[in-house]
């Protein structure tokens, strides 16, 4: 059964560094989705893309945050300078028609 | 603002009794439903969705109900399993946009 991949499993970065997260979503899927859980919280949209730009994004999504599909199978999330409170699960998600969304097993990311 | 929320935060059932877990939204223009099940460590795992045109749907062991009128979602396990003990998430999505989780409820099965 196709799947959504994500690596790495765990990042542990500095504050103020730069992380790429990356996910390869599943095959013949066109809309792609960024999610973030902070422990024990719950999940909270970050944002989509559809058809190579951002469809929509929330206010978390704020211009230290990028996205890309480089090619045609990875899609990237960036931080560009990380900050303490951006230590959380992201998730990645991929959608055949943009409704039922299919989650990877997430990266943690842990900024120190 | 509006919001999917959750109305307990656990729910402890018998291995082999039914489960019911119950959610309300608030945002009258969703249009589509979705329950997760999440276990430790793990990205949400999709189990069943419901488009507003339905009232009930049914997979296997498991059935969702949408009651648009009080606004409330509900996710039926039947038979529950050790293997169902996990935190469940629903969430609401209007017109092929993002996903609005709410708050979760954990599972505990006991044996």
């Known amino acids: 059964e196709p799947e959504v991949t994500q690596t790495p499993s765990h990042q542990v970065t500095q504050m103020g560094q730069e992380v790429i997260l990356r996910c390869v979503p599943i095959?013949?899927?066109?809309?792609f989705y960024w999610y973030r859980q902070i422990l024990g919280q719950k999940v909270e949209f970050l944002v989509s893309f559809y058809n190579n730009e951002i469809s929509e994004k929330s206010e978390i999504f704020d211009d230290q945050f990028s996205v890309e599909r480089p090619d045609g199978s990875n899609f990237t999330l960036k931080i560009r300078s990380t900050k303490l409170e951006d230590s959380a699960m992201y998730f990645c998600?991929?959608?055949?028609?943009?409704?039922?969304?299919?989650f990877g097993p997430g990266t943690r990311l842990t900024v120190t | 603002g509006e919001s999917v929320g959750l109305h307990l935060p656990t729910l402890s059932v018998q291995e082999g009794d039914n489960s019911i877990i119950n959610c309300a939204y608030s945002?009258?223009?969703?249009?589509?439903f979705i329950w997760y099940k999440q276990e430790s460590g793990k990205g949400p795992q999709f189990i069943i969705d419901?488009?507003?045109?339905?009232d009930k749907r049914q997979g296997q062991r498991v059935t969702v109900l949408l009651n648009k009128t009080v606004k409330h979602l509900s996710l039926q396990i039947a038979a529950t399993q050790p293997g169902d003990s996990a935190v469940y998430f629903c969430?609401?999505?209007?017109?092929?946009?993002?996903?609005?989780f709410g708050k979760g409820i954990t599972l505990s099965v006991r044996p």
């Open positions: 095959s013949n899927h066109l809309y």
């Open positions: 998600a991929s959608s055949a028609a943009g409704y039922e969304q299919y």
């Open positions: 969430a609401e999505n209007i017109a092929n946009s993002k996903l609005t």
């Open positions: 419901i488009r507003s045109n339905m």
């Open positions: 945002n009258s223009a969703s249009d589509y």
